[in-house]
């Protein structure tokens, strides 16, 4: 599938001349120990996004942009302050502030950087979410970032069939606060609206798909009924649930019809719900396997 062009923050620039610096007395933003790479959610420095990282230990990057607001007008960071950069691809880098000047700000790396593998489960997430308003699709996205969802992608239906650029613009800096918030390595991407025929292959092609329908099969009872491996399609529908013709078309292409409980649930409700079941599975599932 393919993404969208992410919305980077502007302006982060890799100096030529790698300094190997060590400096001393750097104040720690975070009394938190230092953490292990492997497990993501925990970390104890303030991290940004840039999209290229030191290569080295002392090799030095300049910030701007949207982040260097970020560093200096609103968590007012200083000089010797420690902080991560991450790139949203498994990179991620700690170092420290070494200068900040009226548009920039010099990060030095105090380590070689270390790059982190995705995790094994992977959730694509196909919901009709194009008619929300008042945030509720700004909610659906963020939440699915920070349940680890590998992708998500605005389906096109007979009753949720446009979703504006802008509001593709702003679910992509969505993604990328809420990655930097629950500390996620991978960004989650943000794919192109796709309408039902162009749905049809994928589902086909999956090992595992699950589409979320009224008075089907719980979900649960469907994941205790399957040795498949954690990973997959989920597929939701829009306000007012796919038609008939859909769903049919949706079903002979393998997917499987599941409930998510007896109460007709928002497109944004039904996504997380799902989602989560999903990765909360995938999670037992792997530590079965271990």
């Known amino acids: 599938m393919q993404s969208l062009g992410h919305l980077r923050p502007q302006g982060t620039v890799l100096l030529k001349r790698p300094w190997l610096i060590k400096p001393l007395n750097l104040r720690a933003v975070s009394s938190i120990p230092p953490y292990e790479y492997s497990n993501q959610s925990r970390g104890g420095l303030p991290r940004f996004f840039s999209e290229t990282l030191p290569s080295s230990k002392g090799g030095v990057i300049l910030v701007q942009g949207d982040e260097f607001w970020h560093m200096t007008k609103v968590l007012r960071l200083k000089t010797d302050d420690r902080v991560e950069l991450f790139n949203g691809r498994g990179g991620l880098v700690e170092g420290f502030i070494q200068n900040i000047d009226r548009t920039a700000i010099n990060f030095v790396a105090l380590e070689d950087p270390k790059f982190v593998l995705p995790h094994t489960p992977q959730w694509h997430i196909f919901s009709a979410f194009g008619s929300l308003k008042g945030g509720r699709a700004d909610w659906l996205v963020e939440k699915c970032t920070e349940l680890g969802a590998s992708s998500v992608t605005p389906l096109l239906t007979e009753r949720s069939s446009t979703i504006s650029d802008n509001r593709v613009e702003r679910l992509q800096r ?26 049809i292959p994928l589902v086909a092609k999956s090992k595992q798909s699950f589409m979320t329908i009224a008075e089907a099969t719980p979900l649960v009872s469907a994941l205790t009924s399957t040795t498949k491996e954690p990973t997959g399609l989920i597929i939701v529908g829009p306000e007012g649930d796919f038609t008939e013709k859909e769903v049919n078309l949706i079903t002979e292409a393998g997917a499987t019809a599941v409930g998510l409980g007896p109460h007709r649930l928002r497109v944004e409700t039904a996504t997380i719900a799902i989602l989560a079941t999903l990765t909360l599975w995938s999670d037992s599932q792997q530590i079965t396997n271990s």
């Open 174 to 199: 969505v993604i990328l606060a809420a990655a930097k918030q629950c500390q996620r390595l991978h960004e989650m991407k943000l794919n192109h609206p796709m309408k039902i025929k162009k749905l």
